[in-house]
C-alpha cells in the first residue's frame, strides 16, 4: 500500500471508532493487525502488554515500532470498564460495583481463601432467566456484556491486587463464570473471555481453575464441548421437573433430563477422564432442603460424574424464602455422602457487604420493566408469595 493510501485509510479509521482490543482473543487480534497490514506475531506481543503487563498505553509498548505505535493510537484503544467502587467484607470479601458502556453497572467479587484467590466474574447486565431465588433475576435485564467487558473484569482485579509484570503474588488463581447473568446466553463473548483467562501469553490459567456454571441451556452447553475445556458446573437446586420448574423457569424449556445429559456429553468430550461436573444446590428452608429431595437427587444423579456443592440460601429483601437451617442442612449432606458422593457446603462469605451467592444485583437499567413490577409486589406484599 503506497504511504497515501494507507495514510487515507488511518485517517478513515480514525472517523470511525476505535478498535478496542482490550476482549480480542490472539487469533481475533491476529486477524486484526493483518487487516491493518502489519505482522500476526505482533497479536502476541500486544496481548503480553496489555494482559500480562497491565499495560494499556501503546507508547509504552516499546517493543513495537513507532510506527506501529503510533498507527495502534489512531485505529485502537484499550478500554476498561469503569469502577465505580470497591468494599471489603472483614472476612476479606471484596465487592466491586463496575459501570459499563451505557449506564448500568455489574458487580464482581473476590473470594481469598487459604490455597486459592477466586473472582466471580458477571456475563450479563441483569439476567434475562429469573430463577425465582436470585437477587440478579430481579433486576431484569440490560444486555450481554461483550467479551471486553468480561475480560475487563479480571483485568480490574489483577490490576487492584498489584499481580501484573510477576506470577508470584498472583491472588487471583481461579475464575468462576457465577456472578451476574447466565453465561451461556452470551455464549460467543463469554468463550472469547474464557479464551484469554486460558491463554499463556494472558492470563496463563489452567482450564481446571475457570469454570462456567449454567442453569441449563441446553443448546448452548451442547455446543461448547467443541470450543472450550473449562470445568463446568450446573445450577439445578431441585432434584425433579416440578419443583426445578418454579424454582428455574429455564427449566420448563430444557428440563432436568435434557441437562444432564448435555453436561454429561460435555463432560465425556473432555480428554481428562477424571473430570467431573460440580452440581450446585442452593437449599432453602421447606423448599428443597427435606430428605426425599436428597434421596431423589441422588438417585437422579447417578450416572454423572459429579460432586455436589450445597450452598445455604442467602437471603436479600422480599425474596420469601429463608436460609436451610443446620439440622436440614446436615442432614442433607449425610444422606448424599451415604450414596457415595462428594459433597461439600459452600460457607457463606461477603454477607455483610451483600456479596455472597445469589445477591448480586448491580444497578440495572432493566430493558425488561422486571424490576419495576418486583419493586411494586414487593411494596403490595411482604413477602412474596414463592408459588404465585
Ligand atoms: S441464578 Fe443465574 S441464571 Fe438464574 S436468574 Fe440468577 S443469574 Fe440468572
Redesign the pocket.
Known amino acids: 500500500m503506497s504511504q497515501a493510501a494507507t495514510e487515507e485509510k488511518l485517517k478513515q479509521s480514525s472517523e470511525k471508532e476505535k478498535a478496542n482490543l482490550l476482549g480480542l482473543s490472539v487469533s481475533q487480534l491476529g486477524d486484526w493487525v493483518e487487516a491493518i497490514g502489519e505482522k500476526r506475531f505482533r497479536a502476541t506481543q500486544i496481548i503480553k502488554w496489555i494482559h500480562q503487563m497491565g499495560e494499556c498505553r501503546f507508547d509504552e509498548m516499546n517493543n513495537l515500532s513507532k510506527d506501529l505505535r503510533a498507527k495502534l493510537e489512531v485505529l485502537a484503544e484499550v478500554k476498561l470498564p469503569e469502577v465505580v467502587s470497591c468494599q471489603d467484607s472483614v472476612d476479606g470479601t471484596r465487592k466491586w460495583l463496575i459501570r459499563v458502556d451505557g449506564g448500568s453497572c455489574i458487580e464482581m467479587v473476590f473470594i481469598p481463601e487459604r490455597d486459592r484467590g477466586t473472582l466471580c466474574v458477571s456475563s450479563?447486565i441483569?439476567?434475562?432467566?429469573?430463577?425465582s431465588?436470585?437477587?440478579?433475576?430481579?433486576q431484569g435485564f440490560n444486555r450481554d456484556l461483550t467479551s471486553a467487558e468480561i475480560i475487563g473484569q479480571l483485568w480490574i482485579a489483577a490490576d487492584s491486587f498489584g499481580q501484573f509484570g510477576s506470577k508470584a503474588n498472583r491472588r487471583v488463581s481461579n475464575v468462576v463464570m457465577?456472578?451476574?447473568?447466565?453465561p451461556l446466553?452470551n455464549f460467543d463473548n463469554v468463550v472469547d473471555a474464557m479464551s484469554l483467562m486460558l491463554e499463556d501469553n494472558a492470563y496463563g490459567l489452567s482450564k481446571r481453575r475457570v469454570t462456567l456454571?449454567?442453569?441449563g441451556v441446553v443448546p448452548e452447553l451442547d455446543k461448547l464441548g467443541d470450543v472450550s475445556e473449562v470445568s463446568l458446573a450446573i445450577?439445578l437446586h431441585a432434584p425433579n421437573d416440578a419443583l426445578r420448574n418454579e424454582l428455574?423457569p429455564?427449566n420448563k424449556k430444557y428440563p432436568l433430563a435434557k441437562f444432564i445429559e448435555s453436561a454429561r456429553n460435555y463432560i465425556e468430550k473432555m480428554p481428562d477422564s477424571k473430570r467431573k461436573v460440580t452440581v450446585e444446590y442452593t437449599l432453602m428452608d421447606q423448599v428443597n432442603d427435606r430428605s426425599a429431595h436428597a434421596r431423589e437427587l441422588g438417585v437422579l444423579l447417578k450416572d454423572l460424574p459429579c460432586k455436589i456443592n450445597l450452598i445455604p440460601f442467602n437471603p436479600f429483601p422480599g425474596s420469601g424464602y429463608k436460609r436451610v437451617t443446620n439440622t436440614a442442612l446436615n442432614r442433607f449432606r449425610d444422606i448424599l455422602s451415604a450414596e457415595g458422593y462428594t459433597v461439600t457446603v459452600r460457607t457463606t462469605r461477603g454477607d455483610d457487604i451483600a456479596a455472597a451467592c445469589?445477591q448480586?444485583a448491580g444497578e440495572v437499567n432493566d430493558r425488561t420493566k422486571r424490576q419495576e413490577r418486583y419493586k411494586r409486589r414487593l411494596n403490595e406484599t411482604q413477602p412474596l408469595n414463592i408459588m404465585e
Not at 431465588?133 to 430481579?138: I, S
Open positions: 450479563q441483569g439476567c434475562a432467566l429469573d430463577c431465588f436470585c437477587a440478579t433475576g430481579k457465577m456472578g451476574m447473568g447466565e446466553m456454571s449454567t442453569s445450577s428455574v429455564i445469589g448480586l
